[in-house]
C-alpha cells in the first residue's frame, strides 16, 4: 500500500488556518534553474543507503575555499524568509545577504546543524561527516563445545547526522561547478528492544528504526552567490536548508582567520 504525504505547500495551507492574506518573504531568492537536484528518502529499520559515487581528480592548482551551512528550523519560519524557495528547490542569494539572513533565522529559532569551511584544490572531492554513532545490538552469535554454550551479541553501528560530499570545478567568469550529494538521517530513540529467550537465556535484541534522505544536486553557481538548497523535511513541521558557497582561494600567511575547518590535499594528477 502506498501512502502519498501532503505536499509543503498543502501544509503551509493547512497551518495558515483562516488566514487570508501573505506576507512577502524577508528575502528574495535567485531562483537556480539550472541547478538540477534530485531527493530521496526512506523510513524504516535501519536504513542508510551509501552516498552515490563522486570520485575526483585534480584539476588544476587553485584551490576552492567551500563554507557550508546546514540549518534546520520550521517550515514557516523558512517560508517566511524564503517564501517557497525555503521550503524546495534550487536557489540563490547574493553574499552580502548571507549573514542578513541567518540573523533573522536566529531571532525565529533555528538550529544550525553544522557550518565547516573546507579547502580543496579544483576537481578535487571533500567529505565532511557531523554527528554521533549510535550502536546497538542486532542480534547474538552461538557458539558451544561439549558441554558448554556460549552467546556473543553482534553489535552494529548507525550514523546520526549528515554526511556530504562536495566536488568543485573552477570554470571561467568567476563561476564554479558544483556537485554534491548530502545524507540526514535521524534515528529514532530510545532503540525499540525485542527480548528473546535461547535455551532458558534470556537475549536482548534491538531494532533501530530512522528516517534518512539524500539530497543529490549539480550544477553551476556564481562565486559571489550563495546557493540555498531545500526539500528535506523533519520529523516534526520543520526542513532543512544547505547553504553552500565557493570562492577561489589564495593563502594568507599569519592570518588566523583565513584558516579553514579542513584542508583537503590533492592527488596526483
Do not use: W
Amino acid at each position: 500500500m502506498r501512502l502519498l504525504l501532503p505536499s509543503l505547500a498543502a501544509l503551509f495551507t493547512l497551518a495558515a488556518g483562516c488566514a487570508t492574506t501573505t506576507m512577502p518573504p524577508q528575502f528574495v531568492p535567485t531562483p537556480e534553474s539550472n541547478f538540477q537536484v534530485a531527493y530521496t528518502g526512506a523510513v524504516g529499520a535501519a536504513l542508510q543507503p551509501a552516498l552515490p559515487d563522486m570520485e575526483g581528480s585534480t584539476k588544476s592548482d587553485q584551490q576552492v575555499l567551500i563554507t557550508v551551512r546546514v540549518l534546520r528550523l520550521s517550515a514557516t519560519v523558512a517560508r517566511q524568509l524564503l517564501g517557497e524557495a525555503g521550503t524546495i528547490g534550487a536557489s540563490s542569494l547574493a553574499t552580502s545577504q548571507m549573514e542578513a539572513l541567518l540573523t533573522a533565522a536566529k531571532a525565529r529559532g533555528f538550529e544550525l546543524l553544522t557550518s565547516p569551511r573546507v579547502i580543496v584544490f579544483d576537481g578535487q572531492r571533500s567529505r565532511i561527516e557531523i554527528g554521533n554513532s549510535v550502536a546497538f545490538i542486532s542480534g547474538f552469535t552461538l557458539t558451544g563445545k561439549d558441554h558448554s554454550r556460549l552467546a556473543d551479541p553482534v553489535v552494529e553501528t548507525l550514523t546520526d547526522g549528515v554526511v556530504l560530499d562536495i566536488r568543485p570545478e573552477v570554470k571561467p567568469h568567476n563561476e564554479i561547478d558544483l556537485s554534491l550529494a548530502m545524507r540526514i538521517s535521524e534515528v529514532q530513540k530510545p532503540i525499540a528492544q525485542t527480548r528473546v529467550k535461547v535455551f532458558g537465556a534470556d537475549m536482548t535484541i534491538q531494532t533501530p528504526v530512522g528516517t534518512t534522505q539524500t539530497l543529490r544536486g549539480s550544477g553551476r553557481i556564481a562565486m559571489n552567490r550563495v546557493l540555498v538548497l531545500s526539500g528535506m523535511v523533519g520529523k516534526e513541521q520543520d526542513v532543512y536548508l544547505l547553504l553552500v558557497q565557493g570562492q577561489a582561494y589564495t593563502p594568507k600567511s599569519n592570518s588566523q582567520d583565513d584558516q579553514p575547518d579542513v584542508i583537503v590535499p590533492a592527488k596526483e594528477k
